[in-house]
């Protein structure tokens, strides 16, 4: 009887001190540089909401650590004809309100996201119809023969088709086009993590999912994500120990984080490549002292700009040595990429000179280039440095720089002349920016929606097309290969980096940096 009584005595006063001191209790906060753009999965193809969302909701197949493909929503898949794939569905899954994921949500999804409203159209762009079969499969079908289909749809979330109805957010609600629904500020996954509150530009609440369909692997019981948009409040908030995770970290104070004891700094490769991109179609450019003609339409001044420009002084000087040297739109880590491809032009002044002066431009001439200060790696330092480079040739340049959100929207309306951008493919493959940024602007096929130059050359477009439904990978990286072949001879752009991924991280964290930048909380430890 004593020994039950101390037995229950001891249980309580257990039970008490962890009420106290709540050991398992493991709250994670980080911060990036910007907030998701919208909570609504079909509302923007952005990285940073993207990757936000992909903690909330699922698609039909999800990326590993690595990049690869694994199974999400879907435990399979296959092509079941030259057009169709069929992906069979996992069976048991719930949505956060309870309600049971089916193949009729997959179909909505589809409708969904293909809307007018929609920013992801170009995801599933190749998608013609999505046709539920037996209520545990769907088949997609496309308009043409499609590789990479499963690769191309790891963002495409799946909404439930009656929470949808039930708030009236059938449309998607695009922040480009300025719409919002309740979809905007609430959401209802399959993924790991529930919404808890929202408080958009300040702060978003998580929390995990009891009923997730797939085994946790993190120890999160809490999560904050907060925007701060100015670097050195990151960096002193995460040293503070307001927070646990920060990024990107700028280059000049990754020393200091990792010289902090208790905290350590991640950084590795990423897949973004930041690019300069020029005005090559205009008959005048809208912003330069030469009237009457374009002088970025001849390609001995595209070369010019090229050579006058010293990457390695940038990657040294500015990006502290963590950058990696590019001459293609693409580097390591995406499909059709060469090494052998990717030598740089030599940095040359004379050369650059040379080159100007016989495009019928000795004095040089005065362009306006815009630039993010927000956006990328010190996006602003590097576009200061162009300015000092190419005025070292002759071409002064006068630096518009701002926030993306004003610089994107001049990209978008092709107000601009000279410009520094940054992509990723988003289908991690070469393709994609054959349509993205070497096609013709063709809105009605989807294509060339950030090629805000305007250049285009007919065999791309040939090639583009035949490497989209060519499934012998040694024919497809031969046509790939003639791609960048073309591209390197015509210089439409001047590829200048892969910049690098930098966390900040206290040291009691383990978690994975995705080369795409996509933090993702199904792998957080705190210890």
Known sequence: MMYSNLRVALTAALLLLAALHPAAAKTFRWAAQGDAATLDPHGISAGLTLGFLGNIYD?????????????????????????????????????????????????FSFQRATSQSSGVRAIIGSIKDVKSVGGHAVDIVTTKPDPLLPQSIANWFI????????HQAVAAASPAQKKENYATNHTNGTGPFILVSRDAGVK?????????????????????????????????????GELELIYPVPVQDAGRISGTAGFKMLTGAELRTIFIGMDVDRDELLYSSVKGKNPFKDKRVRQALYQAINVEAIRQKIMRGTSTPAGLLIGPGINGFKSSLNGRLAFDVGKAKALLAEAGY????????DCTNDRYVNDAAICSAVVSMLAKMGVKVDLNAASKSKIFAKYKARDT??????????????????????????????????????YWNPRIEELRDLIAVEVDQAKRQTMIDEVHTIFRTELPYIPLHQQALSWGVRSNVDLVQRADNFFQLRWVKMN
């Open 59 to 107: 698609g039909l197949v999800r990326r590993a650590g690595d990049l690869s493909l694994e199974p999400a929503l879907a435990t399979e898949w296959s092509a079941t004809g030259p057009t169709t794939w069929r992906f069979t569905l996992r069976q048991g899954v719930t949505f956060h309100d309870g309600s049971p994921f089916t193949a009729d949500d997959v179909v």
């Open 159 to 166: 909404v439930s088709r009656s929470w949808a109805d039930k």
């Open 204 to 240: 978003t609440v998580l929390k995990p999912f009891a009923g997730w369909w797939d085994k946790a692997e993190h120890n999160v019981t809490e999560a904050i994500f907060r925007p701060v948009k100015t670097a050195a409040t990151r960096v002193a908030a995460l040293l503070s």
């Open 362 to 369: 000795p004095n040089g001439f005065s362009v306006g280039m």
């Open 417 to 454: 002349s000279l410009y520094l951008l940054g992509w990723t493919a988003g289908t991690y493959d070469a393709h994609h920016i054959m349509r993205f940024l070497l096609s013709k602007p063709n809105p009605k096929r989807k294509l060339g929606s950030w090629n805000f130059g305007g």
